[in-house]
Structures are given as structure tokens and as C-alpha cells.
């Protein structure tokens, strides 16, 4: 027996379809607002991360999988995806003669060697967005609205939104200094983390979770004292827009972020979850200035965002929320005796063809061990194939729920099934009114537009 990697951890059977249900939700409100795929290689160049994420941060200096390939290239697998793809975007010439801003999303693994916890991983998938090119505050706003509507979609009721801004360059020189004074005073009685940061990255310290600490950061300067009249100007914007697409949100001073490359807006989504655990920010993101050119590209600013996908799932888990998401079989079908397994095989295929989710026994067992396997796989229908069906051209179909039977012609079959299928699914074909249930409001005609039980399951 072979254990995982320790902060690793398996996806599989249900738990994969509840990370694939919101991996797709997420990517379809990216693409509602414009953003195409990126998929960029899990290791990068070592220096990418240093310069980009940056030597001051606790990803790079503590928590990076590097590693020295046989031809001495430091190689390090990415501990986020930002990065990545503005250097593919630097890489492909998507800057040359491109309509700005260049939109990405992307999904996938991410690698950072940190203290495993709950919703703390060192391997972990994130969804993000990467904006580029646009000097405008309005484009913070907008992906910033992106990452509510994607919370949204997936019933994240009373999200906390906190938001700050870090400034321009020169309001964060300006506040910079006024932090190491303020710090000097102070710097000797804390932790060696803050020691460190005071040199790196001085406002670092803002982030330190250590209470003592905590107790020193809040009589610290604040950034709101040392922005210029753009940079404030610019924050103004954003939170304006924001009061007006009524997103709440909490202005929340000490909000630095982890990573070096940002500048101006920052911020981060938090949930409260029924147990009460931490699992950490939802998800965060915000503006970077020089990130583009740090890597080799022209000087653009972008603005991003990445939700982690274990901790919307796990916070979903607890609320019990993929329960009506259970995927069900429409159909088990028992083939009984060897003969009847090719009929019913064939049966499978065009069922299967039409979007019906079906299995078949093909081991030729006996009927109690057939109904036992299709109430596991919690079958909604049982179709019974004996010697007198096949040569009828019938099935004998069992409501499994209703345990009622009938025998009907195979040329009705799939109307049948697509009927409980209507009856469950709320279906926006037919008999449902558009506003209730989503409707695709600009298709009025099943059979032009392939109804969707056959079609758009979801
Ligand atoms: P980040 O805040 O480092 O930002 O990570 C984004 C999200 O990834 C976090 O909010 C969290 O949900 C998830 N996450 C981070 N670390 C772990 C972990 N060890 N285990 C599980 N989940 C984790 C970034 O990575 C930036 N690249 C976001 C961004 C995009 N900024 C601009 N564009």
C-alpha cells in the first residue's frame, strides 16, 4: 500500500463530479463576460515565480516545488497560475497587434508547500482570470463583479467581499516609508516572519497572523493617509461601481495579499460556513501594474482573480448542496440469459446515443442479483429483456421508485424515459415556464432546437 503525497488528496467518483459541476459553472460565467481558455504547463522556469511572485513573498521563499531537471534547469511546479499566463500571453505575441484587453481563464493544479489544514493543500486547483491591458479602474470592477456572479451561480449567499487598494507606485513608496518608521519602534519584539518581511517587504507585516502582532499592526499607519489624488480617485471608481450593482463589500485596511505583483485594488472573498471552520479566502485576486513587463511583455497593467476549487466544493459539501446534483441512471438494463445480452447491447448504444445515461449487466446473472446492481447505481427504470421481447421488438420497463410494470414497443422507450426525465429535471423545453426554469427563452420549438432531455443534460 502506497500513501498519497502528504497535502495531497484523491478526487474521484462523486467528489470528481462535484469539482468538474464547479469547474464548468465557474468557466461559464467567464466566458458570459468574454474570456477564452488558457492551459499552460504545470512547471515553469524557476525565475518566473522569483520575479513575478516575488522574492519577498512566503510562496517563494518557503513554499515552491523546485526542483533541478537532468539538464541543471531549475524547474519549479507553479504555486499559481497568474504568472503563467501572462508570460504564455508574452510568449505567444498576444500583445502584437491584439485587441486589448487579452482575456484568459484557466483552470488546474497548483503547488505550494504549505502546512496542510483544512482547505490547505499542497496540491490544489484553482479557476482564475487574467485581464490585460486595460488602464481603466472599471476593469478592477468588472472582475471583480465576474467573481461575485461566479459566487452567485453557485449559492453563495452573504458573501464577505473585502477590499482595499495598495496605491500606485508612489503612494506605496510614500506608505512604505511611513511603515518602517512606525516599525522600528516595534520590530524587535515581534515574530522572526515580521523580522524578515521589515526587510523584504514591509507591508508584509500587515498580513501577520500572529496576535501579539495583530495588537502592533492596527496602531500602524494607514494607506488611505498616503495615496495619491489618481490612486484614491481610481478606488473611488471601483467602489462606485460596486454600490451600484448593490455588491457589498468591507473596506478592509490590512488587506495586502500574499503575492508581490499587485498594486492598487486588492481583494479577497470569505464565507462563513455552518461548522464554523476556517477554510481560508474563497478566493482573491487584484491589479498588477508591472507584472506584464517584470515578464517580458510591454507596459500593460492587468487585473485577475483565482477561487480555489477544494474550498467551494468542501464549503458546498457542508451544505449539503451537490445532494440534488446526485447523478442518476435513467436505466439498468437486465438482459435475461446470454442470448438477449447483444439485443440489449444495442439497445444501450442508441440509448446512450440519444443522452440517456444507461447501464447494462453483460456477466449474464440471475434477476435478484441484476435488481440489486440497478438500485446501487440508483436506476430510476429497470428494462427487463426476455427471449418473448426480443422477438417482439418490446422491453419490459419497471419504475423502480413506483415498482410499476409495463411492457411497451422499443420504438417508445425513449419517449418514455424522456418524459421522467421532463417530469425531474425541470426541463426548459416543454410545459415550463421560462422565467422559472431558466428557459432557453430564445428557443420556442423542440424540434428545431433538439429538445434538451436529449440533448443539454445538465
Ligand atoms: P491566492 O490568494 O494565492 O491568489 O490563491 C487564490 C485562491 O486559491 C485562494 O483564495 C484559495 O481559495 C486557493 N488556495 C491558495 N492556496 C491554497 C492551498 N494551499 N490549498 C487550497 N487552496 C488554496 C493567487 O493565486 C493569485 N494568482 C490570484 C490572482 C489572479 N491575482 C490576480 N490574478
Known amino acids: 500500500m502506497f500513501n498519497q503525497v502528504k497535502g495531497t488528496h484523491d478526487i474521484i467518483l462523486n467528489d470528481a463530479e462535484k469539482y468538474t459541476f464547479v469547474e464548468q459553472n465557474l468557466v461559464a460565467v467567464a466566458q458570459t463576460f468574454g474570456y477564452k481558455e488558457f492551459r499552460t504547463p504545470i512547471m515553469e522556469y524557476t525565475e518566473l515565480f522569483n520575479r513575478s511572485v516575488g522574492d519577498s513573498s512566503d510562496i517563494v521563499r518557503k ?25 504564455s500571453m508574452v510568449n505567444n ?28 493543500y499542497r496540491q490544489f486547483n484553482q479557476f482564475g482570470i487574467e485581464c490585460v491591458g486595460s488602464d481603466s479602474p472599471l476593469r478592477d470592477a468588472e472582475v471583480i463583479l465576474l467573481g461575485y456572479q461566479c459566487l452567485a451561480n453557485l449559492h453563495f449567499y452573504g458573501v464577505t467581499l473585502k477590499i482595499n487598494t495598495l496605491g500606485d507606485e508612489e503612494s506605496r513608496n510614500a506608505y512604505r516609508k511611513a511603515l518602517k518608521e512606525y516599525f522600528a519602534k516595534h520590530i524587535d519584539i515581534m515574530c522572526n516572519d515580521c523580522k524578515a518581511r521589515y526587510e523584504l517587504n514591509v507591508l508584509r507585516i500587515l498580513d501577520c497572523k500572529s496576535p501579539e502582532d495583530q495588537e502592533i499592526v492596527k496602531g500602524a499607519p494607514k494607506i488611505k493617509d498616503y495615496l495619491t489624488p489618481k490612486a484614491k480617485e481610481d478606488f473611488e471608481k471601483v467602489l462606485k461601481v460596486l454600490d451600484d450593482n448593490q455588491i457589498p463589500y468591507t473596506v478592509d485596511e490590512s488587506l495586502v ?67 440534488e446534483f446526485k447523478p442518476a441512471l435513467d436505466a439498468y438494463i437486465m438482459p435475461i440469459g446470454e442470448a438477449q445480452i447483444e439485443y440489449g447491447i444495442q439497445l444501450a448504444n442508441s440509448l446512450r ?7 447494462i449487466c453483460l456477466e449474464n446473472k440471475g434477476m435478484s442479483q441484476m435488481f440489486k446492481k440497478a438500485q446501487r447505481r440508483n436506476a430510476k427504470y429497470a428494462i427487463i ?74
Open 257 to 323: 495579499r500574499g503575492l508581490d505583483y499587485y498594486s492598487n485594488v486588492v481583494f479577497e472573498f470569505h464565507y462563513s460556513t455552518p461548522s464554523g471552520t476556517d477554510y481560508g479566502a474563497l478566493g482573491g485576486g487584484g491589479h498588477y501594474h508591472s507584472l506584464v513587463k517584470e515578464c517580458g511583455g510591454p507596459d500593460i497593467p492587468g487585473v485577475g482573480l483565482a477561487f480555489g476549487i477544494e474550498r467551494l466544493v468542501t464549503i458546498l459539501d457542508e451544505y449539503n448542496a451537490f445532494e
Open 93 to 120: 505575441k498576444l500583445f502584437v497587434n491584439q485587441d486589448y484587453p487579452v482575456k484568459g481563464y484557466y483552470v488546474g493544479p497548483c503547488f505550494r508547500y504549505e502546512r496542510p489544514q483544512a482547505g490547505r
Open 353 to 359: 446515443g440519444e443522452g440517456f445515461m444507461i447501464e
Open 63 to 87: 513554499e515552491m516545488y523546485t526542483f533541478e531537471d537532468k539538464g541543471g534547469r531549475s524547474i519549479t511546479l507553479r504555486p499559481e497560475l497568474t504568472a503563467c499566463v501572462i508570460r
Open 385 to 458: 429483456i426476455g427471449e418473448d421481447e426480443v422477438k417482439n421488438g418490446t422491453v419490459n420497463l419497471k419504475d423502480l421508485e413506483k415498482a410499476e410494470q409495463v411492457t411497451i414497443s422499443i420504438d417508445e422507450l425513449s419517449d418514455k424515459l424522456g418524459e421522467q426525465y421532463h417530469e425531474e429535471h425541470h426541463c426548459c423545453c416543454h410545459d415550463h415556464n421560462e422565467e422559472e426554469h431558466h428557459c432557453c427563452h430564445e428557443h420556442d420549438d423542440e424540434e428545431e432546437h433538439e429538445c434538451c432531455y436529449k440533448k443539454n443534460r445538465k
